[in-house]
Structure formats: structure tokens, C-alpha cells
């Protein structure tokens, strides 16, 4: 079974900043990997996703991720953060065959200093 | 974009009643959905996966008798929580994965439905 570790619970990061949140995953195979945001109260909103190719993709909002298959990764970064980038963000893996739910991370809570 | 509904974002409901959550995918068919529970500052969990036109799966500890759903069309699937506790509050988020999309494994998430039973 798929599992999606990430291991910052809770970052805070001053307005203008660079950010970096990890995520690591565990698959046998190549996985579907996925980064969403979640406002308090609201649903997810899809970043960006890795299904093959360049392993660096580029989303909305200015996010950028690396998959790194030698070290299981699937980083998320951006290079300058704006207020409004507080959130909760949630890593996530599908498998291959297109047919099952996401296995989702405990998710990364930001927040912005001003 | 595939765009997915949910009604109603937010419902308060006695200890003891059913309410009927509804996810809805707008432009295109989904012929699978998958429902989520999240607990306050926790992740997604899933509960089911629902295909269209049979019964849907649970993933293992989900009541299937407290937790019905139903996809009964391509467009619409159903979350109805029986005899409600204060226990099943909670965030409910379903997702919808189209027909056309198959292969992609890329699915939409609606907005997300607030059940408080009191």
C-alpha cells in the first residue's frame, strides 16, 4: 500500500520568503503525485501534479515541485511567499492504474509573518 | 475546467436524524466518486469508492450501514449519514474521476460539506 509522509507539521515563514514544504512518499511503482491547498472551511484546490516527463512542474500561484525518485520526494517550493499562501497544503499519491482514490499526507499548515 | 458540487456546504443536524449529502459533477460524467472524511486539523481520509450504477466500497472500519451511498447516475452521487452522533461531525469532501479522464487518475474535489450534529 502507498503511504505520503510529510514531516512538517506546521512552518512559518516571514512574507517574501522562499518555502520549501516536504513530502515523501512510499510506492512500488512510478506514482501519480499531487499537491492541493485547503483554505480553513474550504475545499482543496489542486497546485500542480507529477504523472510523468519533467520532474520539475511548475503550478498555479507561482508553485513549483521536484520529483526526485532516487530519495522518494516530491518537495514543494516557492520562492517568494505572499500573505494569501497561508493555508493548510496536503501531498498526495495515486497509483498507476488510475482506478483509485488518493492516499493524502497529514497536510502542512503555513503561515505567513508579515 | 471539471467542475464538482456538493450541496449543502454546511448542515446542523439533531443527534439521531439522517442527513443527505449530495456531490454533483457538473461538465462531465464521473462514473467514479470517492468520498472523504476529514477530521478537523487531520488529513482526507476515504470512506468509499462509488461507482456508477453499483455499490460502492468501503474502506475498512466505515459502516456501510451508517454511511449509504448511492451513484445512481453519472453526474450525481449521494452520502446519506443514518442516525447521526455527534461523533460523525466532521468535513465531507467528495471527488469525482471522469469517464474521458480514465488512465489520468486525475479526479476533482468538491468544496466540501460541514455536518454538526448536536
Known amino acids: 500500500a502507498q503511504s505520503v509522509t510529510q514531516p512538517d507539521i506546521h512552518i512559518t515563514v516571514s512574507e517574501g520568503a522562499s518555502l520549501e514544504l516536504r513530502c515523501n512518499y512510499s510506492?512500488?511503482?512510478?506514482?501519480?503525485l499531487f499537491w492541493y491547498v485547503q483554505s480553513p472551511g474550504q475545499g482543496l484546490q489542486l497546485l500542480l501534479k507529477?504523472?510523468?516527463?519533467?520532474?520539475l512542474v511548475q503550478g498555479i500561484k507561482g508553485f513549483e515541485a521536484e520529483f526526485k525518485r532516487s530519495q522518494s520526494s516530491f518537495n514543494l517550493r516557492k520562492p517568494s511567499v505572499h500573505w494569501s499562501d497561508a493555508a493548510e497544503y496536503f501531498c498526495?499519491?495515486?497509483?498507476?492504474?488510475?482506478?483509485?482514490?488518493?492516499?493524502f499526507g497529514s497536510g502542512t499548515r503555513l503561515q505567513v509573518q508579515p | 475546467g471539471a467542475v464538482v458540487s456538493q450541496h449543502p456546504s454546511r448542515v446542523i443536524c439533531k443527534s439521531g436524524t439522517s442527513v443527505k449529502i449530495e456531490c454533483r459533477s457538473l461538465?462531465?460524467?464521473?462514473?467514479?466518486m470517492f468520498w472523504y472524511r476529514q477530521f478537523p486539523k487531520k488529513s482526507l481520509m476515504l470512506m468509499a469508492t462509488?461507482?456508477?450504477?453499483?455499490?460502492?466500497?468501503?474502506e475498512q472500519g466505515v459502516e456501510k450501514d451508517k454511511f449509504l451511498i448511492n451513484h445512481a447516475s453519472l453526474t450525481l452521487s449521494t452520502l446519506t449519514v443514518t442516525s447521526a452522533h455527534p461523533e460523525d461531525s466532521s468535513f465531507y469532501i467528495c471527488?469525482?474521476?471522469?469517464?474521458?479522464?480514465?488512465?489520468?487518475?486525475?479526479?476533482?474535489f468538491g468544496p466540501g460539506t460541514r455536518l454538526t450534529v448536536t
Open positions: 510506492y512500488g511503482a512510478t506514482p501519480y
Open positions: 461538465d462531465f460524467q464521473a462514473t467514479t
Open positions: 462509488s461507482n456508477e450504477g453499483s455499490k460502492a466500497t468501503y
Open positions: 507529477y504523472f510523468s516527463g519533467d520532474t
Open positions: 471527488s469525482a474521476r471522469g469517464a474521458g479522464l480514465a488512465g489520468t487518475n486525475e479526479q476533482y
Open positions: 498526495a499519491v495515486g497509483m498507476d492504474t488510475g482506478r483509485r482514490a488518493l492516499t
